[in-house]
């Protein structure tokens, strides 16, 4: 089957729950397989930006009543996954952040010991019960174990990275961390030919269509992990613009004439070539200095073409929008739709401006 870049583009958008919406948030999760979500604004918003009508308030109800969880399950970085996907997905990608640690243990003055004892440690200390970040780091000081520097933040990570915790529920502003196995007591089990399979249809159905690069590059998966994965899946193949894609579906739905999405969104993280939506130009706008650190971006008709952020007021929410190359009238009154449900979504009047 051939699509044009326009008619993938739509596709992505559908697929993505971002012009066909999802039920819950356990049901976003589920059909994306995971959300990036480092930043918890962000990954709250991305669950938001595909459940119209939803509150900020009713996503942190989902992750307080662990319907969603966020763990390090994908590439050493924290996503929103279903709670029955946390493990597996862990297993089968985010153990490979775990290699060549050496150096970094080197650098901080750590050990193979000491980061397993801060394991045992948090695992015991935290079953079945919550802790904020500074209680955790407290129970691993009295155990006799430095947290100074960056060591705290390594050793929290590392732990999670081994399934042994996920990020609880914020407490006020600060971060808990709770046994994985607490708020995941359900999991998938698959072997490991099923998990690799499932990796690919959870990703081709939800990002689709997209390339076998774009898929080994969102799972951090090998070059020979990720040609199994795909061959197991059965998948769709498609030519988009002249280069051979997957996908699991092949309906066109309809492009929203705008969105605002989060930094770290799915749509900007998920492909390794953004060509088909976004001038290469524009991408040090979206990652000023190549940081890594992804600005939240303006959508009109499919396309990235600025950016936008907010500053929460007393009485009102304010979404200032940058347009790269300017934004006409009408790319305005789009943008007005997007951004007051946003305001909505933080029970705030929308205080609107363009830069």
């Known amino acids: 089957m051939e699509l044009t870049g326009e008619q993938a583009v739509a596709a992505r958008l559908g697929n993505l729950r971002l012009s066909t919406p999802g039920a819950s948030a356990a049901d976003v999760a589920d059909w994306c397989g995971a959300l990036q979500a480092q930043d918890l604004t962000s990954g709250k918003w991305s669950l938001g930006v595909r459940l119209p009508g939803v509150t900020e308030a009713d996503i942190d109800a989902a992750l307080a009543a662990g319907e969603v969880l966020r763990t390090g399950a994908m590439r050493g970085t924290c996503h929103v996954v279903h709670p029955r996907s946390a493990r597996w997905l862990g297993e089968r990608t985010g153990r490979r952040a775990l290699l060549g640690l050496k150096a970094r243990w080197d650098y901080l003055g750590l050990d193979r010991a000491t980061v397993d004892k801060a394991a045992e440690v948090l695992g015991a200390t935290l079953q079945g019960r919550r802790l904020t970040r500074s209680a955790c780091l407290q129970a691993l000081e009295d155990a006799g174990i430095d947290t100074s520097g960056q060591r705290s933040y390594h050793l929290l990570w590392h732990t999670a990275q081994l399934g042994i915790t996920c990020i609880g529920p914020n407490e006020?502003?600060?971060?808990?961390f709770v046994r994985l196995?607490?708020?995941?007591?359900?999991?998938?089990?698959?072997?490991?030919?099923?998990?690799?399979?499932?990796?690919?249809?959870?990703?081709?159905?939800?990002?689709?269509?997209?390339?076998?690069?774009?898929?080994?590059?969102?799972?951090?998966?090998?070059?020979?992990?990720?040609?199994?994965?795909?061959?197991?899946?059965?998948?769709?193949s498609v030519t988009v613009a002249g280069q051979p894609m997957y996908t699991v579906a092949s309906q066109v739905p309809d492009v929203p004439p705008a969105l605002l999405l989060?930094?770290?969104?799915?749509y900007m993280l998920g492909y390794k070539d953004r060509s088909l939506y976004m001038q290469p130009e524009h991408l040090r706008r979206v990652v000023p200095g190549g940081n890594g650190m992804f600005k939240a971006t303006v959508v009109e008709h499919g396309r990235i073409v600025g950016i936008w952020h907010r500053k929460?007021?007393?009485?009102?929410?304010?979404?200032?929008?940058?347009?790269?190359?300017?934004?006409?009238a009408r790319s305005r009154i789009a943008i007005e739709t997007p951004a007051a449900r946003y305001a909505a979504y933080l029970d705030k009047p929308l205080d609107l401006r363009f830069d």
């Open 312 to 328: 929460v007021l007393a009485r009102s929410v304010r979404v200032t929008v940058t347009g790269f190359g300017g934004l006409s």
């Open 181 to 236: 196995d607490d708020w995941a007591p359900d999991p998938l089990t698959p072997s490991r030919d099923e998990a690799l399979a499932l990796l690919a249809t959870m990703y081709f159905r939800s990002h689709g269509p997209a390339t076998r690069e774009d898929f080994q590059r969102w799972t951090g998966l090998t070059a020979t992990d990720s040609k199994q994965a795909i061959a197991e899946a059965g998948l769709d």
């Open 262 to 266: 989060p930094g770290f969104d799915e």
């Open 172 to 176: 006020g502003t600060e971060q808990t």
